[in-house]
């Protein structure tokens, strides 16, 4: 038995006649005969009943059928495996990003693809979680970065971060405020984007509380507009105004009562086979995610102290002090 003699099998089994397999294989009718007699003959049980017009298989053939069609699967995996392993990645990948994900990672990713890849061409959607998730069930995106995922049998979930949501708020309205507890979140009204305002309702929820939305904007950059006008309060993760938030422009307060978070998660197909042109930008994705991590990017930053007001003196009795010298 070889993997010839399996293959013969195969497709005797599939087209259910030995003469119109060895048509289909392009081999004489009787060496094929052959091939399967050797196998019966190596196990010795009867794989087929000859019938007046083709071959039907015995209980053993089907068992013996499903054994064959494993092999064959995996020998074409590992095919496929080897040759990917050889191939220099190469082509047009689509990368899903959402609006909160995209500023953060595309510089570093599209300096190590112009660096390691060449010769792959990137396509960048930016949509919200939902979007892209049925993107990827229906082949629209190669390869995404998604929010708090739900569980799939479809889709390859490889779990990247987990970042706190927050409660950002212009400077001059952080007096010396931490933290927020559940309850003055909820009085608390808030401005933020529909895909984070679902994040945070479920999590809070499980404790009986919800926001107090004042306004939805999937706009980002609207939001911190907003925010560095002095309008407004917001949730988002931590790392979507990072620098803003260092920098005091924008100010950054815990939840103190619940680990409000969002973890992102790197999703393929699950079934697909990825050229080797997505894996070596999935690998690009999750390695930025890394440098991203371990500069502080998705923790609350070390912010600038308060500038301390400057002690006016009393000038009348400067005045007095100054006299009393001449």
Same mark, same amino acid.
């Given at each position: 038995?070889?993997?010839?003699?399996?293959?013969?099998?195969?497709?005797?089994?599939?087209?259910?006649?030995?003469?119109?397999?060895?048509?289909?294989? +392009?081999?004489?009718?009787?060496?094929?005969?052959?091939?399967?007699?050797?196998?019966? #003959?190596?196990?010795?049980?009867? *794989?087929?009943?000859?019938?007046?017009? +083709?071959?039907?298989?015995?209980?053993?053939?089907?068992?013996?059928? !499903?054994?064959?069609?494993?092999?064959?699967?995996?020998?074409?995996?590992?095919?496929?495996?080897?040759?990917?392993?050889?191939?220099?990645?190469?082509?047009?990948?689509?990368?899903? *990003?959402?609006?909160?994900?995209?500023?953060?990672?595309?510089? @570093?990713?599209?300096?190590?693809?112009?660096? $390691?890849?060449?010769?792959?061409?990137?396509?960048?959607?930016?949509?919200?979680?939902?979007?892209?998730? !049925?993107?990827?069930?229906?082949?629209?995106?190669?390869?995404?970065?998604?929010?708090?995922?739900?569980?799939?049998?479809? *889709?390859?979930?490889?779990?990247?971060?987990?970042?706190?949501?927050? %409660?950002?708020?212009?400077?001059?309205?952080?007096?010396?405020?931490?933290?927020?507890?559940?309850?003055?979140?909820?009085?608390?009204?808030? &401005?933020?984007?529909?895909?984070?305002?679902?994040?945070?309702?479920?999590?809070?929820?499980?404790? @009986?509380?919800?926001?107090? %939305?004042?306004?939805?904007?999937?706009?980002?950059?609207?939001?911190?507009?907003?925010?560095?006008?002095?309008? +407004?309060?917001?949730?988002?993760?931590?790392?979507?105004?990072? !620098?803003?938030?260092?920098?005091?422009?924008?100010?950054?307060? $815990?939840?103190? #009562?619940?680990?409000?978070?969002?973890?992102?998660?790197?999703?393929?197909?699950?079934?697909?086979?990825?050229?080797?042109?997505?894996?070596?930008?999935?690998?690009?994705?999750?390695?930025?995610?890394?440098?991203?991590?371990?500069?502080?990017?998705?923790?609350?930053?070390?912010?600038?102290? &308060?500038?301390?007001?400057?002690?006016?003196? !009393?000038?009348?009795?400067?005045?007095?002090?100054?006299?009393?010298?001449?």
């Amino acid at each position: 038995m070889d993997l010839r003699s399996i293959r013969y099998f195969v497709q005797i089994a599939e087209v259910g006649s030995i003469t119109r397999a060895a048509s289909h294989l +392009g081999i004489a009718q009787p060496a094929l005969s052959r091939h399967i007699h050797g196998i019966e #003959d190596e196990l010795g049980i009867q *794989l087929l009943v000859r019938l007046p017009r +083709g071959v039907r298989l015995t209980g053993a053939g089907r068992q013996f059928l !499903d054994h064959c069609r494993r092999i064959m699967r995996e020998l074409d995996r590992a095919r496929d495996e080897l040759r990917s392993g050889m191939e220099i990645p190469s082509g047009r990948v689509i990368l899903g *990003l959402s609006p909160t994900v995209g500023p953060l990672l595309l510089p @570093g990713v599209i300096e190590r693809v112009r660096r $390691q890849c060449p010769q792959i061409t990137l396509k960048i959607v930016e949509w919200f979680s939902t979007q892209l998730y !049925d993107a990827l069930l229906t082949g629209r995106v190669d390869v995404a970065v998604l929010t708090n995922a739900p569980p799939s049998r479809t *889709l390859k979930m490889t779990p990247l971060i987990s970042e706190p949501i927050v %409660v950002l708020s212009p400077p001059q309205l952080r007096g010396t405020r931490r933290f927020y507890t559940l309850p003055e979140l909820s009085k608390t009204p808030i &401005v933020t984007s529909e895909a984070i305002r679902h994040i945070v309702e479920e999590q809070i929820g499980r404790y @009986g509380w919800r926001l107090n %939305v004042e306004a939805e904007i999937d706009a980002i950059e609207a939001i911190r507009r907003l925010l560095l006008r002095g309008i +407004g309060t917001s949730v988002m993760p931590v790392s979507t105004f990072h !620098d803003d938030i260092r920098a005091g422009r924008i100010t950054a307060c $815990q939840i103190a #009562d619940a680990n409000v978070h969002r973890i992102l998660a790197l999703a393929q197909q699950a079934e697909r086979r990825l050229s080797a042109a997505v894996e070596e930008i999935s690998q690009i994705v999750a390695g930025e995610m890394n440098t991203l991590f371990d500069k502080g990017l998705f923790s609350m930053p070390a912010v600038p102290p &308060v500038p301390a007001k400057p002690i006016m003196r !009393d000038t009348k009795r400067a005045a007095q002090a100054a006299l009393r010298k001449r």
